[in-house]
């Protein structure tokens, strides 16, 4: 069979437009006027759909930026199937743990965090 896409991959691609987008907090993250780290933290499939359990969190310099950003992805990826130029499709995508305020030891850096179940099948 062929494996299903790369989950993180996925996201980092579908989020792009929001601004940085990567797997791991870079260095000088308190300079970043924003930040989004995506990453897989379990997930299920059934050998037709993966579904994919992902942390993504929102950094920001100020708390009403962070917050104001993760609604915005937040809202973006429930709305609907997407298709994900050059990596794949997503079909579903539901809030398993909404936003909540993730403590950060940085000062200048306010982080939001959510969980979503990320649903996509394997690429034809």
Do not use: K, N
């Not at 579908?14 to 989004?36: R, S």
């Not at 104001?68 to 937040?74: F, K, S």
């Not at 199937?81 to 809030?95: E, H, K, L, S």
């Amino acid at each position: 069979m062929t494996p299903y896409v790369d989950a993180e991959a996925l996201l980092v691609a579908a989020l792009a437009d929001f601004g940085e987008v990567g797997t791991v907090l870079p260095d000088g993250l308190a300079d970043l006027p924003l930040y989004i780290r995506v990453r897989r933290v379990g997930g299920a499939d059934d050998r037709i759909t993966d579904a994919a359990r992902m942390a993504v969190d929102v950094c920001a310099t100020t708390r009403q930026t962070a917050w104001r950003q993760a609604r915005l992805v937040q809202q973006y990826l429930i709305s609907g199937p997407r298709a994900v130029p050059g990596v794949g499709i997503i079909d579903r995508v539901r809030t398993e743990v909404g936003p909540q305020e993730t403590p950060y030891d940085t000062p200048g850096v306010r982080c939001v965090t959510a969980i979503y179940v990320v649903s996509s099948r394997r690429p034809h």
